[in-house]
């Protein structure tokens, strides 16, 4: 098998293995609050299984270096034509993946805080204190991480956008509608119906979508190698 293909293929499961772990973190239910004072302390934490958030690690511990190698091969495709939009593609998709799997597991271990904050039996505190305490931790992780999580999530998203670049100048010989298949157009895609109907669309399919536009760089890949 084509090395490319096999690793285009890689990053199509990668990509689904992380709207997976998505799936394990962020599926919360309709009733769920936000609380604290950044409004990132959900309410339905307290209501999750821990082990949920251990097996969103592993997932994306799994699914982000697929992916990864999904965006290797789209590197390793356009650079005979597209040598420099490559070179940036490969620069920003391993500065990406490497804060993506940062992102994701501080995510997971923020709820883990909480709800051992909140749920300790032997803290005689009140839901409000623990509720305070809890808010007070995050807000000083909140502060420490903000520069590095946001300067990797625009990398990642940077090096989707030179995939898309790669499809409208013919580095990537696919159908030009593919350029849709980013997970810029498509978080847009969900965070629209969330507007749209909040109850219906609290979770699903927005929560996913990141994860989802990654996975379909993958596609990508397979179909420039198949046409």
């Keep these: ?11 199509l499961i990668g990509g689904l293995l992380c709207c997976c ?7 919360k239910g309709s009733d769920n609050q936000k ?3 950044s409004k990132q302390l959900d309410s339905n934490w307290l209501k999750m299984s821990e082990w949920r958030f251990g097996v ?39 500065l990406g993946c490497c804060g993506a799997f940062f992102i994701h597991a501080f ?10 904050i909140m749920q300790n039996e032997k803290d005689i505190r009140s839901y409000e204190e623990k509720l305070a305490a ?9 502060k ?29 010989l696919v159908p030009k509608w593919m350029v849709i298949l980013n997970p810029i157009p498509l978080m847009i895609f969900g965070i629209t119906l969330r507007k749209i109907h909040p109850k219906r669309f ?3 399919p927005g929560i996913i979508m990141p994860s989802f536009g990654l996975a379909m760089q993958g596609l990508i890949g397979i179909v420039a190698l198949c046409l």
């Design 56 to 94: 969103s690690i592993l997932l994306a511990m799994i699914g982000v270096p697929f992916t990864g190698l999904g965006l290797y091969s789209l590197f390793n495709q356009m650079t005979v034509t597209k040598p420099v939009l490559a070179n940036v593609t490969l620069l920003l998709a391993f």
């Design 202 to 204: 609290c979770d699903l």
């Design 21 to 27: 772990g998505d799936l394990f973190l962020d599926l």
């Design 144 to 172: 420490a991480i903000l520069f590095p999580f946001i300067l990797f999530y625009i990398c990642l998203m940077g090096s989707t956008v030179c995939v898309s670049i790669g499809i409208l100048t013919n580095a990537l």
């Design 134 to 142: 809890a808010d007070n931790v995050l807000e000083g992780m909140y």
């Design 107 to 116: 995510l997971c271990v923020q709820a883990i805080i909480v709800k051992r």
């Design 35 to 37: 609380l604290g004072t």
């Design 1 to 11: 098998m084509n090395v490319n293909l096999m690793f285009s293929i890689l990053g």
